[in-house]
């Protein structure tokens, strides 16, 4: 799958081995929710949604997002002030502002940090953003 943003199926895998417990997110139609992922296999099983991302299907539960410790956030632009930019629907914004103690933090390439991204009052920073040259902004 070609994309714009940084494949995190590696870390997936990594946390997974390493006893995490992982979750991945699930898009309907104005939502997101999260997904435990319970081994290599289920992840690997995962059908792909319309736009070639593999997702959870509906039948399986959702956690409670206060429960969550830590989320990656993907995103298509970042600057260093720690705005981030999405695909324009919003998903991850409405998710973080639902969580109560999870840090997010947002995984980027070189490319996609940029100068200035643009904000609006609904758009929620990552707590750290992270390109290959390190840590370029934190809340803390």
Known sequence: MDTCELQTRLLLTHALSSGKTVYVPRCRKETMDMVRIRDQHDL???????WGIPEPSEDRESVDPRVLEFVVVPGVAFDKAGNRCGHGRGYYDRFLARTERAVACAVCLREQVVENVPTDAFDRS??????????????K
């Open 44 to 50: 690997d099983s995962l059908p792909k949604n319309r």
């Open 126 to 139: 990552p707590d750290y953003i992270i390109s290959p040259e390190g840590i370029i902004f934190t809340k």
